[in-house]
Every structure is written in structure tokens, then in C-alpha cells.
């Protein structure tokens, strides 16, 4: 066969699976091809995708992002948490956290140790395992809340322990996971770093009750990175990421995050384990080329070496 028609022949076969993969309701190749599982959110690519959140799926998977994360999945109406499933199912996408939206006045005072507060937690765990069912999700964020400044630490503590004790009752028989995160947004937040996650991880004593490493809180609240996820690594469940300051994507801070990723990825590999990445930062730059240069610096802080 002539140089020339193989070519030819090749193509159209190439683009004949391409038409028969969109006909049977399978997504196209990924443009990128990541080494970890990265979640983006929605509105993270609305410039280029426009503000359709289905859309916007299509365009994640197309660049390679086969995770979401969507903190206020809870607070979308049904019919719209359904077709989202639906189309994360048809592009092969996983789904990261979303937030167990606890509700009422008091929702953030877990370690007061008072039952109203409690009974608002658990409600909202019980409305999670709903949501959870219906968009194919594992795991779900919770905050205990603010510190109560009247109280010593290992009183609140053992409130705080208490009360995801419970919440991991609920949502065990289900296979579901609460992730803790330590913020740094405020020093009135009850939980700040690593090793006090950890601590109480330990305390819950469930499968159900994990820590979230945000990796641009941890940055704020700690530093030392990677030492402290090695410390803290066997009750991880769920990493979040963002480049400190500004709290936007890898590449713009001083986060070496080639050098975590490659952390994570190399240990990770090593005990069979997998963990998604969410991407909960701002965009550095606005409109279509603040989105590119977002892919471009996940294209290569994802390039460390195998």
C-alpha cells in the first residue's frame, strides 16, 4: 500500500472510532494524560465551556481531569444531581467530596458537646448518605466547627470525638467516608493541623472518619509538607490542593507540588493505594487563558518522574 493511502487509511479508521465511541455514549481520548486523579470544579472552565454544568464535565474529562469535586452538591435539586451522575458515569469521571451541609444555627460548635448541635450534625449526615447514593460519591467533607473558648482542649476534644463516633455510625453500613479538614481560614476553627486530625482519626476508630490534607491549609497552618503526610499517612483519605499564597493552582506559590505529587504518587503505587486530588483553588488568571495556563500547570507539576 502507497505511503500516502495508509495515511488516509489510518485517519478515517481513527476517525471512525472516534464517531462510533461518541454513537455508543463513550467519551473521546483525554487530551492529557495525568498520573494522579485531579478533581476539578465546576466553574473552573466555564470560560471555555461554558456555564452548562454538563458541559463543563465534558470539557474536564476532554483535558484529562476524570474527578469532580462540588462542595455544594447537597443544595442542587435532585433532577440535576441525577443527570450529573449520569454523565460522570458516560465519561468514565469519579466523584470527590462534596459538603455534608449541616444546616441550622450551631451547626459549627461540635466540640461545645451540646445534643442540639449533635442532632444537627447527624441530620446532615443522614441527608448525605442520600445524596451520596444518587451521584456515586464515597466521600463527603465536615468541619467540627469553632473552638469553645470556655472549655479545655481535651474536654472539646473528646465532644469532637463524640460526635464523629456517631456520624460514622451512619454512614459505615454504607461504605462512606467523612473526611476532616483542618482549615486555616479563621483561628477560631476548632481543627488546624495535621497531627490534631490525626489524633482524633484515631479516636473515632472507624474506617468512616478520615483526614482531608489540604495541602494549601496544612501550608499555612504548618508547613513541612511532605514530612507531615508521612506522619499523618495512614489516616488519609482525600487530598485538596492550592499553591500558597493566593491559593490558586500548582506553579503560581511556593509549593514545590511536583515534588508532593511525586511523593504521593511514588507511596501511593507502592501500598496499591489511590487518592483523588481535589483542585479547590482559585484561577490565576481570568477567561479562556487563565484556564489554559491552569491546564498547563497541572500538565507540569504531573510530569515528575516515574
Known sequence: MLRRNFVKSSLGLAGAAIAAGEAFGTAPMAKNKFKLKYASHFGMFQNSAGKDVIDQLKFMADQGFMALEDNGMMGRPVEQQ?????????????????????????????????????????????KAVEVAKRVNAKWMTVVPGDFER???????????????????????????????????????????????????????????????????????????????????????DYFQIGDEPGRKEPTTGEINYKNVFKYIYDRSKKENKSFIMGMEHGNSQSGKEGEAALIKAYVESDSFAI
Open 82 to 126: 441525577e443527570a450529573i451522575a449520569k454523565e460522570m458515569t458516560r465519561l468514565g469521571m469519579e466523584m470527590g467530596v462534596f459538603v455534608v451541609d449541616k444546616g441550622g444555627n450551631g451547626a459549627n460548635t461540635l466540640a461545645a458537646g451540646k445534643k442540639e448541635y449533635v442532632d444537627i450534625f447527624l441530620n446532615g449526615c443522614k
Open 150 to 236: 470556655n472549655l479545655p482542649i481535651g474536654v472539646q476534644t473528646g465532644h469532637v470525638i463524640d460526635a464523629l463516633r456517631r456520624g460514622a455510625e451512619i454512614l459505615e453500613p454504607h461504605g462512606l467516608v467523612m473526611v476532616l479538614e483542618p482549615l486555616s481560614d479563621t483561628p477560631n476553627l476548632f481543627l488546624r493541623t495535621s497531627d490534631q486530625t490525626y489524633e482524633i482519626c484515631r479516636g473515632v476508630n472507624s474506617k468512616s472518619c478520615k483526614i482531608l490534607f489540604d495541602i494549601y491549609h496544612m501550608q499555612k497552618n504548618e508547613g513541612r509538607i511532605i514530612h507531615n503526610i508521612d506522619m499523618t499517612w495512614s489516616e488519609i
